[in-house]
């Protein structure tokens, strides 16, 4: 999984700054290779919260969830994607992936039949009040989004005061 880089089209929907988005992003994808895959769950559904048209959101949310084992879930992160974003290339290729990987792993397991997938004790939708993580990450989204505004802003007047020589 690569991180793609912030086009228009990507953030166009988002009532976030494309800026902020991108930092968002970039914590996410870290989170998710240091392999810290509670928070980048966090950060990926609150990514898809903010801004549910973007597919990399939706990708980085499957392959978290599919890292923890949890395919009925990936699957779902996944389907919601593509009804987010109908024929998006990136998740179909992703869901041809996920469907392998799962059959690896049912293999691995001995199993022929869809291993169940449970979220209870892992942090999942619904365990311990984590559907309003969400809600909770997309306000941490815009709280950081003022940050930047305001950085922004501090870095634009210092570039616009006179020098001395």
């Given at each position: ?93 992703l869901r041809t992936e996920l469907a392998a990987s799962h059959v690896r792993v049912l293999k691995a397991r001995g199993k022929d039949a869809p291993a169940t997938a449970t979220t209870a004790g892992k942090g ?42």
């Amino acid at each position: 999984m690569t991180m793609p880089t912030a086009t228009p089209a990507m953030t166009a929907a988002s009532p976030l700054p494309p800026s902020t988005l991108d930092i968002c992003r970039s914590v996410g994808f870290e989170l998710y290779k240091s392999r810290k895959l509670p928070e980048a769950e966090v950060v990926a559904r609150g990514l898809v919260a903010a801004d549910p048209g973007n597919w990399y959101h939706h990708s980085l949310l499957t392959a978290t969830l599919q890292k923890q084992g949890r395919f009925a879930e990936a699957f779902a992160a996944l389907d919601a994607g593509l009804v987010a974003i109908p024929a998006q290339p990136d998740l179909i290729t992703l869901r041809t992936e996920l469907a392998a990987s799962h059959v690896r792993v049912l293999k691995a397991r001995g199993k022929d039949a869809p291993a169940t997938a449970t979220t209870a004790g892992k942090g999942g939708a619904g365990a311990n009040g984590a559907d309003a993580a969400p809600v909770q990450v997309f306000a941490m989204l815009q709280v950081v989004s003022r940050i930047v505004d305001r950085e922004v802003e501090i870095v634009t007047a210092w570039q616009s005061t006179p020098r001395l020589a």
